[in-house]
């Protein structure tokens, strides 16, 4: 059932799931309410009990039915799916707020979609195709972001040395300035600190735009495979 998608019973239980895995999430909002009802939290811990006794047994099922147990194991679903559940077995016996930072972890259900969801699926594909282009952009990237923190530090360091301390402190600004978003609680006050963020500023809008390209390039191509395939059948 789990493993035969096309069948009846594997569709039902991929809807029951994507279900389950939207709720869990949105069960995670309601549990951050400060003045939150004891029989509306009582009901959110059994809720979450539920969905963690649903994927263990999704988990479980999807080792013992693999070919190749340990390829699944390490594969990306497989650290999804354990990463889902992850949270919850490691606070058994243990302070809950030495391990509260776990609980991020349960975010990680929402990538659980892409196994179920078509449309996740497509951008999945997509990305995949398009990874070395990823890559490169990546490394770019942290160039440039290396490149910018470097050079604000010099041109600011001796102006504004409680707010461009070092390479590392000036990096907060050159993230910031790179992708656009400029927060303006650290900015430049020399001549050659505002001519060199306005160069920092022009890169910083083909950084924004490039990943999009890519992207969508990449969404196109597998467009037309998956309309070329259906064409063949």
């Known amino acids: 059932m789990i493993i035969n998608i096309n069948s009846t019973w594997g569709r039902r239980f991929d809807i029951f799931i994507q279900i389950l895995i939207l709720l869990s999430l949105i069960s995670l909002f309601f549990e951050t309410l400060p003045n ?5 939290n009582q009901f959110l811990i059994y809720f979450e009990r539920f969905c963690i006794i649903v994927f263990t047994i999704e988990y479980i099922l999807r080792v013992l039915y693999a070919e190749n147990k340990l390829k699944y194991i390490y594969s990306f679903y497989g650290i999804i799916d354990l990463l889902a559940i992850f949270p919850f077995y490691i606070s058994l016996g243990a302070d809950l707020r030495s391990v509260r930072v776990f609980r991020i972890f349960r975010l990680f259900r929402i990538f659980k979609l ?20 990823i890559l490169l952009f990546l490394m ?56 060199f963020t306005f160069c920092i500023l022009i890169v910083g809008l083909g950084i924004v735009t490039i990943p999009a390209g890519i992207v969508a390039s990449a969404l196109s191509r597998t467009a037309n495979k998956k309309k070329s395939e259906k064409n063949e059948d």
């Open 36 to 40: 939150l009802d004891s029989r509306a």
């Open 114 to 133: 892409v196994r179920y969801n078509s449309a996740l699926n497509h951008f999945k594909k997509a990305a995949t195709e398009a990874r070395e282009e």
């Open 140 to 195: 770019i990237t942290a160039i440039l972001l290396y490149l910018a923190a470097t050079g604000i530090y010099f041109f600011e360091h001796e102006a504004q040395p409680e707010k461009f301390s070092s390479v590392f402190e000036s990096l907060w600004w050159a993230i910031s300035t790179l992708t656009t978003v400029g927060y303006g609680d650290v900015y430049p006050i020399t001549i050659g600190g505002k001519i």
